[in-house]
């Protein structure tokens, strides 16, 4: 899984009014979530934080938070829960995360990738997609950010189930593991479906 790191300050003005005079001078508001911790009211620099989301292109990935505070600087390991933006001027307008802990099974939607073309499609078969993305349990730092899939070998009639594809050891898939992700079907299979 993608790691990225961002840097944070702790925000002590809190409403509707502080938040705007922070996006005024090109911050954005932040809250931190978890389980264990009271939330964090942070400020986030806009122009920063905006490179990484497009960098990130709304895969999964652990946010590794740089928070100065009057103590000193702390690290904490997050997930991105909800990002707001404002839809007339396309500019960000608050950011939620939830911290998380690296060692804690977590479950992930990670997205399927399709590459190459099926023997059956040469043949007058027709590909086709089940399913775009499977979910799995394991560690963050454990998920791949897709998987990739082969499709070239399949002939007509063939298909690859949730089974067949390759995951790390410590992955757990939890979809139905004989769920057909990709088969190359005959024209008049295609048709009936």
Do not use: W
């Not at 978890?34 to 990130?56: C, M, Q, R, V, Y």
């Not at 946010?63 to 505070?69: F, K, M, P, Q, Y």
């Not at 939607?109 to 590459?115: A, D, M, R, V």
Request: net charge negative.
């Amino acid at each position: 899984m993608l790691q990225v790191d961002v840097a944070a300050q702790v925000r002590k003005n809190t409403g509707k009014g502080a938040a705007r005079t922070l996006r005024r001078s090109g911050k954005t508001p932040a809250v931190i979530y978890g389980a264990e911790n009271e939330p964090i009211s942070l400020t986030l620099d806009t122009h920063s934080f905006t490179k990484t989301l497009l960098h990130l292109q709304r895969r999964n990935a652990v946010v590794n938070l740089d928070i100065e505070t009057e103590a000193g600087n702390e690290k904490r390991h997050v997930l991105i829960k909800e990002i707001q933006v404002d839809p007339i001027a396309d500019t960000l307008e608050h950011a939620d995360f939830y911290e998380i802990k690296l060692d804690t099974p977590r479950t992930f939607t990670i997205p399927l990738k399709y590459h190459g073309k099926a023997r059956g499609v040469e043949m007058g078969g027709d590909l086709s997609i089940s399913i775009n993305e499977i979910k799995v349990k394991g560690n963050p730092l454990d998920i791949p950010d897709m998987v990739e899939i082969d499709v070239t070998p399949l002939g007509t009639g063939e298909h690859i189930a949730c089974q067949d594809l390759k995951l790390p050891e410590n992955v757990m898939l939890l979809e139905n593991k004989n769920k057909v992700c990709v088969a190359v079907v005959t024209g008049r299979a295609a048709s009936a479906e």
